[in-house]
């Protein structure tokens, strides 16, 4: 059963850069029918896509978000990483990472890590 | 900025039937794109629900089910169950931004 495990700081200054961590397990990142993504949610509000990475290192952004992000994958550890620069108060929320099915769906989540932006 | 908007809640009484509308435009599920949708229990990560308009997982029941039609989709719940008191989001591909949008988000009450 493939499973995906985030992990990375709780707890980010103002202006500094979040670092989360995606460990994937129970199954190959490098995939080719399958793309990785990044979902966020403040708390009490929606889902946002944060952006998307295939295991080749092609990636795609929300355009809100996109001169802030940074997604990378490393197939040697099976994992994927996001970095989001010059967080604010705004950016504090659940981060998902996810499978993407055909880059169309996600069908497998993990449970999710609460990072919070505060001095 | 959620480009697909769903109405913030909607309830029943068990057993009844209730629907969840999801509305885009002509650069999402106006355009063709699929619309997928997840559940969402208190304190845990969505899980996905119906895939590609009309589609259940294994393992989702068939009280479930999905349809779309021009730029906008539904979700079906038929014999509402108080465990399926929850957030349901709706999400598609929208060519304008390049990428996955989530809908607005509808809390389900089983009264």
């Known amino acids: 059963q493939l499973q995906l495990q985030e992990s990375g700081p709780g707890l980010v200054k103002p202006s500094e850069t979040l670092s989360l961590t995606c460990t994937v397990s129970g199954g190959s990142i490098s995939s080719s029918s399958y793309y990785w993504g990044w979902i966020r949610q403040p708390p009490g509000k929606g889902l946002e896509w944060i952006g998307s990475i295939y295991y080749s290192g092609s990636t795609y952004y929300n355009p809100s978000l996109k001169s802030r992000v940074t997604i990378s994958v490393d197939t040697s550890k099976n994992q994927f990483s996001l970095k989001l620069s010059s967080v604010t108060a705004a950016d504090t929320a659940v981060y998902y990472c996810?499978?993407?099915?055909?880059?169309?769906?996600?069908?497998?989540w993990g449970q999710g890590t609460l990072v919070t932006v505060s001095s | 900025q959620s480009v697909l908007t769903q109405p913030p809640s909607v309830s029943g009484a068990p057993g009844q039937r209730v629907t969840i509308s999801c509305t885009g435009s002509?650069?999402?599920?106006?355009?063709?794109?699929?619309v997928h949708w997840y559940q969402q229990l208190p304190g845990t990560a969505p899980k996905l629900l119906i895939y590609?308009?009309?589609n259940r997982p294994s393992g989702v029941p068939d009280r479930f089910s999905g349809s779309k039609s021009g730029t906008s989709a539904s979700l079906a719940i038929t014999g509402l169950q108080a465990e399926d008191e929850a957030d349901y989001y709706c999400?598609?591909?929208?060519?304008?931004?390049?990428?996955?949008?989530f809908g607005t988000g509808t809390k389900v009450t089983v009264l």
């Open positions: 590609g308009n009309s």
């Open positions: 002509s650069s999402n599920i106006g355009a063709g794109y699929d």
């Open positions: 996810a499978r993407l099915e055909a880059a169309r769906f996600f069908d497998y």
């Open positions: 999400q598609s591909y929208d060519s304008s931004l390049s990428g996955c949008v």
